[in-house]
């Protein structure tokens, strides 16, 4: 049986990459969604969250090109209000909240194939600006509102994100 004629050049290592590389430029370009965790897989996006007392948390959510900083509240403050309903609390205090947008500059390192220092590399003059949006809200729950900028947990649920 004979190949088609643009198979007979590809071996299976051609077709993997070929494979891979179409499957990380289609989630590249992908807002952070929702529902993502930090991870080593996701360059870092996503949520995490710590417990710095009984009632009191931090959440971090941070995102890449394509979160703006309303997002990135949006996100942060629904998110919070899920806690505090699946924890039995109806209010949360904001302590603190924080939105930030970074730009980090990404130079490809050079790779190794004996070049002469004075020869140009356009390898290197590739060098990119990635932006990323972070929010940082501490919080505490609560049961009954202390004043006037407590937040009803049943209402943050209900906050429409883009996708909603």
């Not at 965790?37 to 995102?63: A, C, I, R, Y």
């Not at 394509?66 to 629904?78: H, M």
């Not at 505090?84 to 500059?105: C, F, H, K, M, P």
Request: with cysteine; aromatic share 10%.
């Amino acid at each position: 049986m004979q190949r088609p004629l643009l198979l007979s050049f590809c071996s299976p290592l051609h077709v993997l990459l070929l494979v891979v590389s179409l499957f990380g430029t289609l989630l590249g370009g992908c807002a952070t969604s929702y529902h993502s965790e930090k991870s080593f897989w996701n360059g870092q996006t996503g949520f995490s969250q710590t417990q710095l007392g009984p009632d009191k948390w931090q959440l971090e959510f941070v995102g890449n090109d394509l979160i703006d900083r309303e997002t990135a509240r949006k996100y942060v403050l629904k998110r919070a209000g899920e806690m505090a309903q699946s924890r039995g609390y109806e209010w949360i205090e904001v302590n603190e909240l924080t939105l930030q947008r970074d730009a980090v500059r990404v130079t490809p390192s050079r790779p190794v194939f004996g070049f002469d220092e004075e020869e140009p590399d356009l390898f290197l003059a590739q060098m990119q600006v990635q932006h990323t949006t972070s929010a940082l809200l501490i919080f505490t729950l609560l049961h009954q509102p202390l004043h006037e900028q407590c937040m009803e947990a049943k209402y943050l649920v209900n906050i429409k994100i883009n996708g909603d």
